[in-house]
């Protein structure tokens, strides 16, 4: 018997062993969905874990066999949570709302949104959506980079791993390597682009048939917001920035041309200027605070525990044991042939303990922010995962907040009393506070948001809601960095060459798609909570504060996180900040900056001189 055919539907979808038997009516509407809710959330337990399992291992162990497995996984999930039996019935219930629980409502909503990209009324569809996200999954996990800059052995050497890319695009100061490496990164985006105009459709598909105004409107569902809506907030976020990135971009463009002995760009400064690979973020460049040469002589390992430390010492428990076992966390060592994703990503298995984070730590201040904010992922499903909260709700009040636990993590492990408390920054060390400030401003948000909310964000929206053509994609995606970052492509044959997809080099476009506005909502919540953290719990500056062995901040944070999607996002925000999301605190904590920078600004531009 198909298990689905337990649950009333007419078009089963997948087969299963042994069916449980469909809830009976009882007349009581609140005992309907309970009885349905207890069998939804057994079943989704089981197929969650199976598809988490899949995918664990093709992520960390690419190829056909490990594809093949996540294509089946996926696609049993899938046919499961969008059955139309489950969907007919979340909608049934939902209809009478007003006799339910406040949980019961909002797990049924989730239940509906669950389904949003994978309708059972358009099963092939729907699989062949997922065998095209498994399989491009698995060209962007496989994909070594090639470049020949700083190797001596011909037109291909080694492979390179992206840590490579990133390291060589931190330090070099030379322009025509810089560019090559550059371009080099960009060549994932070739095999990648026929996949997502294929995806482009079939996402925009299903959600569709779910009554969505396209995928990125199903994404933005997940809010409580339309599209347009979704625009409109991140719009603000922009322009409550704009002056401060413009004052920043003009600091950091004058010292990008002294440090290249390059004349300083009128308009919108090369991509492969700065140091990283889409200018999101822009490190290095504030000698003062360079962390990594105190990282020099640590090990990998110890950038983790450290990590785990810091979330300890507020009261959080030590990292279950299957973390350790199961994790990885490391470069595949030299030799070995696997071949796994190379981006940094959270795990929660099993909905329950079974957590596990994928990294490629090396020792360096980077890799100790990246710590930081996957396990802040990682103690928010612990916390959530307890008996008060169903295994549907087991998520954070909205993508924003789990991504927020992460950086403000991140935010916090910047603070020089914790780098010093913690030993990486010599207690002698004195750090201008400006200076400390300017670094987060590049490495951590006013460099950020043009990039988040701004070409990301917007591309997206044209992907999707605007069904952008493909051979539209280099020109918009060039015009948005314009836009935004004031960012330039190298050359403008970029912009006309068929063959290139500059957006597909960016990981979350390709396999956490129509989301990626998550950081930067991310972004203005992690300031709200540190603002309330620093003035309300510790009682100390903002820029200048340490979370670290503070229970108290623990238990607040405890406070968000054990709730995981139990109520609104924006009670929880309220409730925990006294505000509703504004980005208020962000523009307040560098307003020291902007007077800084402006001044700065006004000084002549230093003569050009070459530095290597
Ligand atoms: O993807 C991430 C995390 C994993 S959730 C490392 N981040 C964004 C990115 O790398 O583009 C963190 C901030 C932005
Ligand atoms: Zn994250």
């Not at 909503?109 to 996200?133: H, K």
């Not at 493909?470 to 836009?483: D, K, M, S, T």
């Not at 238990?555 to 980005?583: C, H, M, N, P, Y």
Request: net charge negative.
């Amino acid at each position: 018997m198909l298990l689905l055919l337990a649950l009333g539907s007419a078009e089963p979808v997948f087969a299963a062993a042994p069916a449980p038997a469909a809830p009976a009516s009882t007349g009581d509407v609140k005992a309907d969905a309970a009885a349905f809710l207890t069998l939804y959330n057994s079943l989704y337990l089981g197929q969650t874990t199976v598809s988490s399992e899949a995918s664990w291992a093709a992520s960390t162990d690419v190829g056909p066999a490990t594809e093949g497995g996540r294509t089946a996984a996926n696609q049993a999930l899938a046919a499961f949570a969008g059955n139309l039996a489950v969907i007919e019935r979340t909608q049934a219930l939902l209809k009478r709302r007003a006799e339910l629980e406040p949980l019961q409502v909002r797990e049924l909503e989730s239940i509906l949104l669950r389904a949003g990209d994978a309708p059972g009324t358009l099963p092939d569809v729907v699989n062949a959506r997922i065998a095209e996200e498994s399989r491009l999954a698995a060209v962007q996990d496989g994909y070594v980079f090639c470049f020949t800059a700083r190797g001596a052995d011909g037109i291909c050497p080694a492979g390179k791993s992206a840590n490579d890319v990133d390291e060589l695009l931190l330090e070099s100061r030379d322009l025509p390597e810089r560019l090559e490496v550059w371009e080099a990164s960009k060549d994932i985006g070739v095999p990648l682009k026929a996949g997502l105009v294929t995806l482009q459709e079939l996402r925009n598909r299903l959600a569709r048939e779910m009554g969505y105004s396209s995928f990125f409107g199903l994404q933005s569902a997940g809010y409580g917001l339309t599209s347009g809506e979704m625009i409109t907030l991140l719009d603000g976020f922009n322009s409550d920035m704009a002056p401060l990135y413009g004052a920043l971009h003009t600091w950091a463009t004058r010292q990008l041309a002294a440090r290249y002995g390059a004349p300083v760009p009128t308009g919108a400064v090369p991509a492969h200027w700065y140091p990283n690979r889409w200018a999101q973020e822009w490190s290095g460049l504030v000698t003062a605070t360079d962390l990594d040469p105190y990282f020099v002589g640590r090990t990998p390992e110890s950038i983790v525990k450290d990590a785990e430390a810091f979330y300890v010492s507020m009261g959080f428990e030590p990292l279950p044991p299957v973390f350790w076992e199961k994790s990885d966390l490391y470069p595949v060592p030299a030799g070995q042939a696997r071949l796994k994703n190379a981006h940094a990503s959270a795990w929660h298995m099993n909905l329950d303990r079974d957590v596990r984070s994928l990294m490629s730590v090396e020792a360096d201040s980077q890799w100790f922010f990246t710590a930081h904010h996957e396990l802040g992922h990682i103690y928010y499903d612990l916390a959530y995962t307890r008996p008060e909260v169903p295994p549907t709700l087991r998520e954070g009040a909205n993508r924003a907040f789990h991504e927020g636990v992460g950086e403000l993590a991140t935010l916090a492990a910047g603070q020089v009393p914790y780098l010093q408390q913690r030993g990486i920054l010599p207690t002698g060390a004195k750090i201008d506070p400006t200076q400390a400030m300017l670094a987060s401003a590049l490495e951590q948000t006013v460099a950020f948001i043009p990039w988040s909310a701004g070409v990301m964000t917007h591309f997206e929206y044209e992907l999707y809601e605007e069904d952008l053509p493909p051979e539209q994609w280099q020109a918009r995606w060039w015009a948005l960095a314009g836009q935004y970052q004031k960012v330039a492509p190298p050359s403008a044959a970029r912009l006309t060459d068929p063959a290139l997809c500059d957006a597909c080099t960016k990981t979350h476009i390709i396999d956490d798609p129509g989301q990626y506005y998550d950081y930067a909502i991310a972004t203005v919540i992690k300031y709200q909570l540190h603002e309330h953290i620093a003035t309300k719990i510790l009682k100390q500056d903002p820029h200048m504060c340490n979370y670290y062995g503070n229970k108290e901040v623990g238990a607040f944070l405890e406070g968000i996180l054990e709730q995981g999607a139990t109520r609104d996002w924006r009670e929880v925000l309220k409730e925990a900040t006294g505000e509703d999301l504004s980005s208020r605190a962000m523009v307040a904590y560098f307003a020291p900056l902007q007077k800084w920078l402006e001044k700065e600004n006004k000084k002549p531009v230093k003569a050009v001189a070459r530095h290597r």
